[in-house]
């Protein structure tokens, strides 16, 4: 029977545990020098109409699984409505007058760098009358849209633009806001060109669905 030469045998196993010790070292250099991965995820989780005071909050999750930071420009509830400048196509308007002196219209503040690996919550607070939103009334849709409007930068300079609804407010027979539905249901990509109007997702209520809440106006 032939014996096992010992000291041959180390000798391959100590070779082989520092050509192991190389590759995992090229592997983390390229992954930390090299290899790019962008990736900024928008989840809204709650939104909230005090209809009667007139007070709008929504609260946002922006998740960076890249390993590159990501930049927020821009976070804004907006309302889907005909501007007052003579246009006659609704679009995103942007919601921009303070709830009171002392909340801000987002916090923290933007814009705002969202780490890789990281995690920011963003929240929102502007002032909408209920005037105001039961006069932006979808009627094809029956109700009026509540969205949001993200505009982002990746770590390379280019720029992206995400608006979609996220609540409709319901209205009872005399036009009256009595209430608000989520119209959406699924986590957006941070990193896209997307302007997507009412009525929203087609998806069904899930687990990403956000919390959606308005009071009945009196």
Request: zero cysteines.
């Amino acid at each position: 029977m032939k014996r096992v030469n010992w000291e041959s045998l180390k000798n391959d196993i100590a070779a082989i545990g520092a050509l192991v010790a190389l590759l995992l070292s090229a592997i983390s250099f390229y992954w930390s020098y090299f290899y790019t991965k962008h990736d900024l995820e928008v989840t809204v989780t709650e939104v909230s109409y005090a209809t009667n005071r007139g007070e709008m909050y929504m609260t946002v999750a922006f998740s960076n699984d890249g390993n590159r930071d990501a930049v927020l420009l821009r976070v804004d509830p907006a309302l889907w409505a005909v501007r007052k400048n003579g246009s006659k196509k609704a679009e995103w308007s942007a919601l921009d007058t303070q709830v009171a002196k002392d909340v801000p219209l987002t916090d923290p503040k933007v814009p705002l760098t969202v780490k890789a690996g990281g995690v920011e919550v963003v929240r929102l607070a502007a002032k909408l009358t209920a005037d105001d939103a039961e006069s932006a009334t979808v009627a094809s849709h029956e109700g009026a849209f509540l969205g949001i409007v993200v505009a982002s930068m990746k770590s390379d300079g280019k720029l992206y633009l995400l608006q979609h609804p996220v609540a409709r407010l319901t209205l009872d027979s005399t036009g009256h806001i009595r209430g608000a539905v989520a119209t959406i249901h699924r986590t957006l990509f941070g990193f896209a060109n997307d302007e997507k109007g009412p009525p929203g997702d087609e998806t069904q209520e899930n687990d990403k669905t956000p919390f959606v809440w308005a009071d009945q106006r009196n």
